[in-house]
């Protein structure tokens, strides 16, 4: 018997999609894999570099660098090459060579497209008692908007869509991955980057046209008053500039390495998986890797909070009305 | 076999024990401080991410180093 408190849980939308998603996992990502697992890499013939590597590696099959869960893309390129592939340079064939190298902004393309299939269509027709998508799409944006205007305040407002799209964005990319077959655009570091890139970019903008030219050299100098604020302004300028371009390294790299080891993590866990059930010689595995699913279901909507809060943060810094707010790092 | 494959490993366990404290450190205040005023507990609990999301940067920083180092052991 199902307690009806429970009864309503399963019943619950978000329940049944995180089922599906479990379930899917359980059925096509650990045989994928295990076909991947069977096949051993093919010795690295191409680069030169990697080959003295490899004999001190003393297991044979494993390639080097990141380990990620089959995807679409990979098992696409598996196809055309004839054997699994991971990485773009194990690769000959052009077209398998390509998309490995783009999986990064080919997994983006779909999530953006996917955002907005889900945005236009909540707005398409939009009623005042909602049905369910604008609601869900509605109940986004006003959270969004209430958490990001309540640290930004009134006059950081016009900034939200900006953020909130960030979140949304980093969100979905972060939670692509534990879709089986998909990939989380975010484990490359090029993806986070071009993100911290865009945040670093807009708020030096932003910081020029609020405070002037002169306004943000004297600020980045330390807004030196008197004569000792002057004479240490030359010691205080490079210390601020470091600082200032210190911030999308580290939005970038905060990003791509907890994603990335979550994704190695799972990984990891999925081969564990198969190699305790690889006596059987059947493509079957145990799921491992459910747990570190649930665990990273946690850190994907937290690190896209941390990034978008950070963002948020350092447009509030460049607000005149913060200017004397206490720095952030 | 080289000294990459000690010190990596090593050094990432260090950065995570430096970085069990200070979250430990931060996130016990904060408790503290939400148990103390439960009606500012939002705004405690933004500060308590950023500043865990800069502790527990420290540590990114030493595995994606490990990750770059990777090819050498």
Same mark, same amino acid.
């Given at each position: 018997m199902i307690s009806p408190h429970l009864r309503s849980w399963v019943r619950h939308p978000a329940f049944s999609i995180v089922a599906l998603i479990f379930g899917l996992a359980l059925l096509f990502g650990t045989p994928i894999l295990a076909q991947h697992e069977d096949t051993p890499a093919p /010795? @690295?013939? +191409? =680069?030169v570099s990697d080959q003295e590597a490899v004999p001190a590696? *003393?297991? %044979?099959g494993h390639e080097e660098g990141t380990v990620h869960p089959p995807t679409l893309v990979s098992i696409a390129a598996g196809l055309i090459e004839g054997h699994a592939v991971h990485e773009s340079k194990d690769a000959v064939h052009p077209v398998a060579r390509f998309i490995l190298r783009y999986q990064a902004p080919i997994f983006s393309l779909l999530i953006i497209i996917i955002l907005s299939t889900l945005c236009i269509l909540g707005a398409r $027709? !939009?009623? !005042?008692?909602? *049905?369910p998508l604008q609601n869900l799409v509605e109940w986004a944006l006003e959270s969004l908007d209430n958490f990001i205007g309540g640290v930004l305040g009134p006059e950081g407002r016009r900034f939200v869509p900006f953020l909130g799209t960030l979140f949304l964005y980093i969100y979905f990319q972060n939670v692509f %991955? #534990?879709? /089986? #077959? !998909?990939? +989380?655009? +975010? $484990? !490359?570091?090029e993806s986070t980057a071009s993100l911290a890139i865009c945040v670093f970019l807009y708020v030096q903008w932003t910081a020029v046209r609020m405070n002037g030219v002169v306004g943000y050299l004297r600020h980045l100098a330390g807004? /030196?008053?008197d004569l000792t604020g002057w004479l240490m302004s030359p010691l205080l300028f490079p210390l601020h500039v470091i600082g200032e371009l210190a911030r999308p390294l580290s939005l970038s790299l905060r990003l791509f390495g907890n994603m990335m080891g979550e994704e190695t993590l799972i990984a990891v866990f999925i081969g564990l998986g198969i190699t305790v059930l =690889?006596? +059987?010689? #059947?493509?079957i595995g145990v799921p491992l890797q459910v747990p570190f699913m649930f665990l990273a279901l946690l850190t994907t909507l937290i690190q896209a909070l941390v990034f978008t809060l950070l963002s948020t943060i350092y447009f509030a810094l460049v607000?005149? @009305? =913060?200017?004397?707010e206490e720095e952030a790092h | 076999m080289n000294l990459f494959a000690l010190g990596l490993p090593l050094a990432l366990g260090l950065a995570a024990l430096g970085s069990g404290v200070g979250l430990g450190r931060a996130i016990g205040g904060a408790m503290e401080a939400m148990g103390r005023q439960p009606e500012a507990i939002p705004r405690i609990q933004t500060a308590m991410i950023i500043g865990a999301a800069f502790i527990e940067a420290l540590t990114i920083y030493v595995f994606v180093s490990l990750f770059v180092f990777q090819a050498k052991f």
């Open positions: /010795p @690295h013939a +191409t =680069s590696h *003393g297991e %044979g $027709s !939009m009623k !005042m008692i909602p *049905g %991955g #534990l879709i /089986p #077959l !998909m990939f +989380t655009p +975010t $484990s !490359m570091i807004d /030196p008053q =690889s006596f +059987t010689h #059947l493509p607000l005149p @009305h =913060s200017h004397h | -």
